[in-house]
């Protein structure tokens, strides 16, 4: 693995009407809704971690623990800064936050599990059964 703690990623995204809390029906503003910001941050852990795992391994996300502190419009942009915190064995800790253009609008931790895919899958699949 060619990841280590204090990596970390910048993403941003616009706040559009079909990312509000209106359309997600989060809420019934149009604001950036709080479902939409916990997918920035998955996103966000996923594209920081895309080059770093060796083949056939993957990650998912078992935990999100994010205050939304602040509303933002339509029409704002929403920035996540995601920090790899902490690697112990398969799990993984993350520190985020999330801000608009007047300052914070999200700050939290969001934990993911290394996990081989093949595996996981034929796991998973087996609901089905």
């Not at 993911?112 to 796991?123: A, C, G, L």
Request: glycine share 8%; charged share 25%; proline share 3%.
């Amino acid at each position: 693995m060619k990841m280590k703690v204090g990596d970390s990623i910048v993403l941003s995204e616009k706040v559009i009407h079909e990312n509000t809390a209106e359309t997600w029906g989060s809420g019934s503003l149009p604001v950036y809704a709080t479902p939409a910001m916990m997918l920035l941050v998955e996103k966000a852990a996923v594209a920081l971690l895309s080059d770093k795992l060796e083949e056939g391994l993957t990650t998912v996300g078992t935990k999100l623990n994010i205050s939304h502190v602040s509303a933002t419009p339509i029409g704002g942009t929403i920035t996540c800064r995601c920090t790899l915190t902490e690697i112990d064995r398969k799990r993984l800790e993350f520190h985020v936050e999330i801000t608009d253009e007047k300052g914070r609008v999200g700050i939290g931790a969001h934990e993911r599990f290394i996990v081989q895919t093949e595996p996981f899958m034929e796991k998973t699949n087996h609901k089905l059964d």
